[in-house]
């Protein structure tokens, strides 16, 4: 049990087990039929999980799985998932509580799914349907009787797209009068044990050392994969080890039986840009193709979830590979089964077929393909797909466009409509994609891997629609590129933005790095299956932007509802989006996703759906986060700092938001020239009470702490910032990366500098102090001297409940 916060740390599971979940009801808005898929999901009479004693490791339970130790585990039982069709999922879990006297306690029962708990073989908390956002609190009366109570916890949950398959039990009172132990004690003790030590792995500069002797077999292998084939180097009865220079990942495995307990550890030094030296802008695209037309093929067959598009870089290049047929197969099931982001491969393959014949005995499936696929969620049909983020109306819009002119006198059977029908229903809503993003902006504002998506369904309406819509789409890459252009620092991308994943942490390692490398090969190299799109394309990369990924810049400008702040140096660069709007006379869109008299056809409304399902760019304080990236400093293009609230209690959670990407409460944020305030206030209905700093010390020349203050020196570039908690280092999967805050309530204040404008580094961290941050956590307010002053009030707005 962790004592700081009364989560429950250990448990033995059994499953997941997943089975294909279907409903013969449809509903035109698709949040709505996800919401009723979620209240029928769950058995609601089950009996009473087996007793006890017929919880041992590798025994089977009710599910028909073995029951084994779950490692790592923070506090919550994560078994997060990214699932393409609609399927139900089950899951046991089983603990024990061991009180010193007969008690009852109170705890919290934290979920996203649908839930019970039984103590003693009495149902003690239920949740009876799962839901997205946000998740669920629920308080419980534990009765312990003195010495051993077994709890079982049975989990269901609805699996579409990304999946919250997550709960914590949370005790609140009489920590110390009660010890979590496991059933099948005598088995699970050598799994405590070697949890423990596996646990106290400690990282000095490039030597592993290990806490304890240790309980079992301890391996040690390098690279990111983790399978029943891993073989790692056996290093038993060593106090430590010395890393491979170099190594990006490395892997700490014990044996008991045949079961591995594994830690991942990433080494984040070792992690750095890669250079393509001496290559013109056109010797880089070619190379650049080539790479890509290389994946998939293997000589045995291995299905890839965008093996189309490879084949596409393949015959593009006339290199057809021997497993391209069974791509192509592969693409068609994957359309065929409507799964989620079927229309990335159904653009890839309309595509395809302006460009290439296909084998002949594969038309006919094709068209079948294509004629009963679900090109909108108020056609015919139930599926797990996500049509409305920017992103996806698009690229539905476009493929019912291409499809409709490939099949123009063809009965589509979702929409009842002709193909001549199918694409003038769709330009018309291309059209309004198009006006909306002219007038305001894009709402997934330099998303570097969203954005990618966008470029590929852009890029099919520059080829293959009339010339007015054609030139409309071009000029709105441009925009994306130049966009990428302002915020990129010696070669990365470095910027807010409405939707990301981990690869923020490495800013060069994101998909739009790819777009970078295209525009100025001097860049840190990458790639992206998405430039496919870019291959025998009429659209004409604007090279003339790569002056301005190395300009000195101040600016801010709208996006979507969005404010973004820009101050680009040449020593370091600070960048934001506000929360709330400071700018004069703010103007916002309407949500009107709750407007039950909505016109659900028109772009006004799927924006608005997208936004309360997402939010994407209206950014308040004290709202619920998804994938948001409201900050960043950097000192060099491998060198970023910034803040976020969580959204789970662990990295490699792998949901949305996840430990260093969105936040789970929306803080205040105000950037004034090159300093930075946040606010956090975490309310008492999340689970996550605190904020943490990514500070990966490595990547600095120097590094200093100083009671609240924390400094870095890249170069001539100083980064330094302050927090109202003292921060406190933390070791995850990331060593001397991250420091936490405790707090429910907490500011952060950032200011950054370069040589030339202080001196040296010590007048830097002199002219910090002078600065004097400030925070009342009463009035939730942070102040600075030269006239900074950032108040935290929550926001009303209610839109992102799903």
Same mark, same amino acid.
């Given at each position: 049990?962790?004592?700081?916060?009364?989560?429950?740390?250990?448990?033995?599971?059994?499953?997941?087990?997943?089975?294909?979940?279907?409903?013969?009801?449809?509903?035109?808005?698709?949040?709505?039929?996800?919401?009723?898929?979620?209240?029928?999901?769950?058995?609601?009479? &089950?009996?009473?999980?087996?007793?006890?004693?017929?919880?041992?490791?590798?025994? #089977?339970? @009710?599910?028909?799985?073995?029951? @084994?130790?779950?490692?790592?585990?923070?506090?919550?039982?994560?078994?997060?998932?990214?699932?393409?069709?609609?399927?139900?999922?089950? =899951?046991?879990?089983?603990?024990?509580?061991?009180?010193?006297?007969?008690?009852?306690? /109170?705890?919290?029962?934290?979920?996203?799914?649908?839930?019970?708990?039984? $103590?003693?073989?009495? %149902?003690?908390?239920?949740?009876?349907?799962?839901?997205?956002?946000?998740?669920?609190?629920?308080?419980?009366?534990?009765?312990?009787?003195?010495?051993?109570?077994?709890?079982?916890?049975?989990?269901?949950?609805?699996?579409?797209?990304?999946?919250?398959?997550?709960?914590?039990?949370?005790?609140?009172?009489?920590?110390?009068?009660?010890?979590?132990?496991?059933?099948?004690? !005598?088995?699970?003790?050598?799994?405590?044990?070697?949890?423990?030590?596996?646990?106290?792995?400690?990282? +000095?500069?490039?030597?592993?050392?290990?806490?304890? #002797?240790?309980?079992?077999?301890?391996?040690?292998?390098?690279?990111?994969?983790?399978?029943?084939?891993?073989?790692?180097?056996?290093?038993?009865?060593?106090?430590?080890?010395?890393?491979?220079?170099?190594?990006?990942?490395?892997?700490?495995?014990?044996?008991?039986?045949?079961? +591995?307990?594994?830690? %991942?550890? @990433? =080494?984040?030094?070792?992690?750095?840009?890669?250079?393509?030296?001496?290559?013109?802008?056109?010797?880089?695209?070619?190379?650049?193709?080539?790479?890509?037309?290389?994946?998939?093929?293997?000589?045995?067959?291995?299905?890839?979830?965008?093996?189309?598009?490879?084949?596409?870089?393949?015959?593009?290049?006339?290199?057809?590979?021997?497993?391209?047929?069974?791509?192509?197969?592969?693409?068609?099931?994957?359309?065929?089964?409507?799964?989620?982001?079927?229309?990335?491969?159904?653009?890839? /393959?309309?595509?395809?077929?302006?460009?290439?014949?296909?084998?002949?005995?594969?038309? !006919?499936?094709?068209?079948?393909?294509?004629?009963?696929?679900?090109?909108?969620?108020?056609?015919?049909?139930?599926?797990?797909?996500?049509?409305?983020?920017?992103?996806?109306?698009?690229?539905?819009?476009?493929?019912?466009?291409?499809?409709?002119?490939?099949?123009?006198?063809?009965?589509?059977?979702?929409?009842?409509?002709?193909?001549?029908?199918?694409?003038?229903?769709?330009?018309?809503?291309?059209? !309004?994609?198009?006006?909306?993003?002219?007038?305001?902006?894009?709402?997934?504002? =330099?998303? *570097?891997?969203?954005?990618?998506?966008?470029?590929?369904? $852009?890029?099919?309406?520059?080829?293959?629609?009339?010339? @007015?819509?054609?030139?409309?789409?071009?000029?709105?890459?441009?925009?994306?590129? +130049?966009?990428?252009?302002?915020?990129?620092?010696?070669?990365?991308?470095?910027?807010?933005?409405?939707?990301?994943?981990?690869?923020?942490?490495?800013?060069?390692?994101?998909?739009?790095?790819?777009?970078?490398?295209?525009?100025?090969?001097?860049?840190?190299?990458?790639?992206?299956?998405?430039?496919?799109?870019?291959?025998?394309?009429?659209?004409?990369?604007?090279?003339?932007?790569?002056?301005?990924?190395?300009?000195? /810049?101040?600016?801010?400008?709208?996006?979507?509802?969005?404010?973004?702040? =820009?101050?680009?140096?040449?020593?370091?660069? $600070?960048?934001?989006?506000?929360?709330?709007?400071?700018?004069?006379?703010?103007?916002?869109?309407?949500?009107?996703?709750?407007?039950?008299?909505?016109?659900?056809e028109s772009g006004d409304y799927v924006k608005s759906f997208n936004e309360r399902f997402h939010g994407t760019s209206r950014f308040e304080p004290g709202v619920y986060g998804y994938q948001q990236h409201m900050w960043y400093a950097a000192l060099d293009n491998d060198t970023v700092l910034y803040t976020n609230h969580p959204g789970?209690?662990?990295?490699?959670?792998?949901?949305?938001?996840?430990?260093?990407?969105?936040?789970?409460?929306?803080?205040?944020?105000?950037?004034?020239?090159?300093?930075?305030? *946040?606010?956090?206030?975490?309310?008492?209905?999340?689970?996550?009470?605190?904020?943490?700093?990514?500070?990966?010390?490595?990547?600095?020349? #120097?590094?200093?702490?100083?009671?609240?203050?924390?400094?870095?020196?890249?170069?001539?570039?100083?980064?330094?910032?302050?927090?109202?908690?003292?921060?406190?280092?933390?070791?995850?999967?990331?060593?001397?990366?991250?420091?936490?805050?405790?707090?429910?309530?907490?500011?952060?204040?950032? %200011?950054?500098?370069?040589?030339?404008?202080?001196?040296?580094?010590?007048?830097?961290?002199? *002219?910090?102090?002078?600065?004097?941050?400030?925070?009342?956590?009463?009035?939730?307010? &942070?102040?600075?001297?030269?006239?900074?002053?950032?108040?935290?009030?929550?926001?009303?707005?209610?839109?992102?409940?799903?």
């Amino acid at each position: 049990m962790d004592k700081q916060n009364g989560f429950i740390t250990h448990y033995l599971t059994s499953g997941m087990r997943l089975s294909d979940f279907i409903s013969d009801k449809t509903d035109k808005n698709q949040i709505r039929y996800e919401q009723y898929l979620r209240s029928i999901v769950a058995d609601r009479d &089950l009996p009473a999980p087996v007793a006890s004693e017929a919880i041992q490791i590798g025994a #089977e339970s @009710e599910l028909g799985l073995p029951w @084994e130790y779950l490692y790592p585990c923070s506090g919550f039982v994560n078994f997060s998932q990214f699932s393409f069709t609609p399927q139900k999922v089950e =899951l046991l879990a089983a603990t024990v509580l061991v009180a010193e006297e007969d008690l009852v306690v /109170l705890a919290n029962l934290w979920t996203y799914t649908a839930i019970e708990v039984w $103590l003693n073989g009495e %149902k003690v908390s239920s949740v009876a349907e799962p839901v997205y956002k946000p998740i669920n609190k629920q308080e419980m009366q534990l009765p312990l009787r003195k010495g051993s109570n077994t709890m079982v916890i049975r989990m269901q949950n609805l699996a579409v797209r990304d999946t919250r398959n997550i709960f914590g039990i949370q005790l609140l009172e009489h920590l110390d009068r009660i010890t979590v132990t496991l059933p099948d004690a !005598e088995q699970a003790e050598p799994f405590l044990a070697l949890d423990r030590f596996l646990s106290g792995i400690t990282l +000095k500069g490039s030597e592993l050392c290990f806490p304890a #002797e240790a309980p079992c077999s301890i391996y040690l292998a390098y690279g990111e994969e983790v399978n029943d084939r891993l073989i790692g180097e056996d290093i038993s009865g060593k106090s430590s080890v010395k890393l491979d220079e170099g190594a990006p990942m490395v892997i700490v495995y014990g044996e008991i039986g045949p079961r +591995k307990l594994i830690r %991942k550890i @990433e =080494l984040l030094q070792n992690k750095k840009p890669i250079y393509r030296k001496g290559a013109a802008a056109a010797e880089v695209k070619v190379a650049m193709f080539e790479e890509i037309a290389t994946i998939g093929t293997e000589k045995a067959f291995q299905p890839l979830r965008f093996g189309l598009f490879y084949v596409l870089a393949r015959w593009n290049l006339g290199q057809p590979g021997v497993n391209d047929e069974q791509h192509i197969l592969h693409a068609l099931g994957q359309i065929e089964r409507r799964e989620d982001c079927s229309d990335f491969i159904l653009a890839g /393959l309309l595509r395809f077929m302006q460009q290439h014949k296909l084998p002949a005995h594969l038309t !006919e499936r094709t068209e079948q393909a294509i004629l009963n696929y679900r090109f909108w969620m108020t056609e015919n049909g139930s599926d797990g797909m996500c049509f409305w983020s920017e992103n996806h109306a698009l690229m539905f819009y476009i493929c019912a466009y291409m499809a409709g002119r490939e099949y123009p006198d063809q009965l589509f059977a979702r929409s009842g409509r002709t193909g001549v029908q199918v694409s003038e229903v769709a330009i018309g809503r291309i059209r !309004e994609w198009l006006d909306d993003v002219e007038e305001y902006g894009f709402e997934e504002f =330099l998303s *570097a891997d969203y954005m990618c998506v966008t470029l590929g369904a $852009l890029l099919n309406v520059v080829d293959y629609m009339e010339e @007015e819509e054609s030139a409309r789409a071009s000029r709105l890459i441009d925009e994306m590129l +130049k966009s990428f252009a302002y915020h990129t620092f010696r070669g990365s991308i470095i910027a807010p933005q409405a939707r990301i994943y981990r690869s923020v942490i490495l800013p060069f390692t994101q998909s739009a790095q790819s777009l970078i490398h295209l525009l100025n090969p001097e860049s840190p190299m990458g790639n992206s299956e998405w430039i496919v799109f870019l291959m025998n394309s009429k659209y004409v990369m604007p090279q003339h932007f790569t002056s301005l990924m190395n300009e000195s /810049l101040e600016l801010e400008y709208q996006t979507g509802n969005a404010w973004v702040k =820009l101050n680009k140096q040449p020593n370091y660069m $600070l960048t934001s989006v506000q929360s709330p709007r400071y700018d004069a006379n703010p103007s916002f869109w309407q949500n009107i996703s709750f407007d039950e008299s909505a016109d659900i056809e028109s772009g006004d409304y799927v924006k608005s759906f997208n936004e309360r399902f997402h939010g994407t760019s209206r950014f308040e304080p004290g709202v619920y986060g998804y994938q948001q990236h409201m900050w960043y400093a950097a000192l060099d293009n491998d060198t970023v700092l910034y803040t976020n609230h969580p959204g789970e209690l662990t990295d490699d959670g792998g949901m949305r938001p996840g430990y260093w990407y969105g936040n789970g409460i929306m803080p205040a944020v105000k950037q004034q020239g090159s300093a930075l305030g *946040a606010i956090y206030e975490i309310g008492e209905d999340h689970p996550v009470t605190f904020t943490h700093l990514f500070f990966p010390e490595a990547k600095f020349d #120097e590094f200093d702490q100083d009671g609240h203050w924390l400094f870095g020196q890249k170069g001539s570039g100083y980064a330094a910032i302050w927090c109202s908690e003292q921060m406190v280092p933390h070791h995850d999967r990331l060593f001397h990366c991250e420091y936490r805050a405790y707090s429910r309530k907490n500011a952060y204040f950032c %200011k950054l500098g370069s040589e030339q404008e202080f001196g040296s580094w010590d007048e830097f961290k002199a *002219a910090c102090y002078q600065l004097a941050p400030a925070f009342d956590s009463a009035a939730l307010k &942070l102040t600075a001297a030269d006239d900074y002053e950032l108040s935290f009030v929550r926001s009303s707005n209610k839109t992102q409940y799903v």
